[in-house]
T-cell receptor, first 116, second 112 residues
Framework: EAGVVQSPRYKIIEKKQPVAFWCNPI?????LYWYLQNLGQGPELLIR????????DSQLPKDRFSAERLKGVDSTLKIQPAELGDSAVYLC??????????????FGPGTRLTVL | GEDVEQSLFLSVREGDSSVINCTYT??????LYWYKQEPGAGLQLLTY?????DMKQDQRLTVLLNKKDKHLSLRIADTQTGDSAIYFC????????????FGTGTQLKVEL
């Protein structure tokens, strides 16, 4: 079974440019998460989807960040315009059933963004 | 809000046991987890423990939970060079929608 797929793996852009990251979760997983991982830190949740609905986007900086999961499967996270401080690894994760008491999250390899 | 803390670095010799510690503040934590992250890779779940347990063993891994002190530890027996990675403690809590709150990570270095 394929794991969580993310692309691109690496992205280098100049500040003020837009950038987009794509994630394809494990087949059948209803819940999708985007995390931000700064260097030397643990991941922090940006947004959580249940199917196509964003149920927790409280940590998403909405002035420049946006996300979508139109058909409840794959998802795109966008930054426009990018700032130097956005340089980080963006991780996508998925889990099968948010309603379960225990709900393992499976992580993709991440996209490493460098803003120059 | 929730806070999870770990020491930053641990160095052990191959064959020795490693103990990675974690403290958390959220008294409503339901599950606590240990994830492993190798360079350039995503996070891999190693093991987890439910908050009403105080110990869980899985092959070379032993998790100890002291709920009173809000302290979690991961012991790796017979540590190998392949265990070199960053280890993250994480927790989910009731009402958190399965949101994982991670610690800062402990970098484990295994020396020959």
């Amino acid at each position: 079974e394929a794991g969580v797929v993310q692309s691109p793996r690496y992205k280098i852009i100049e500040k003020k440019q837009p950038v987009a990251f794509w994630c394809n979760p494990i087949s059948g997983h209803n819940t999708l998460y985007w995390y931000l991982q700064n260097l030397g830190q643990g991941p922090e949740l940006l947004i959580r989807y249940e199917n196509e609905e964003a149920v927790d986007d409280s940590q998403l900086p909405k002035d420049r960040f946006s996300a979508e999961r139109l058909k409840g499967v794959d998802s795109t996270l966008k930054i426009q315009p990018a700032e130097l401080g956005d340089s980080a690894v963006y991780l996508c994760a998925s889990s099968p059933n948010a309603g379960a008491a225990y709900n393992e999250q499976f992580f993709g390899p991440g996209t490493r963004l460098t803003v120059l | 809000g929730e806070d999870v803390e770990q020491s930053l670095f641990l160095s052990v010799r191959e064959g020795d046991s490693s103990v990675i510690n974690c403290t958390y503040t959220d008294s409503s934590s339901t599950y606590l987890y240990w994830y492993k992250q190798e360079p350039g890779a995503g996070l891999q779940l190693l093991t987890y423990i439910f908050s009403n347990m105080d110990m869980k063993q899985d092959q070379r891994l032993t998790v100890l939970l002291n709920k009173k002190d809000k302290h979690l530890s991961l012991r790796i027996a017979d540590t190998q060079t392949g265990d070199s990675a960053i280890y993250f403690c994480a927790e989910t809590s009731t009402g958190g929608g399965n949101k994982l709150t991670f610690g800062t990570g402990t970098q484990l270095k295994v020396e020959l």
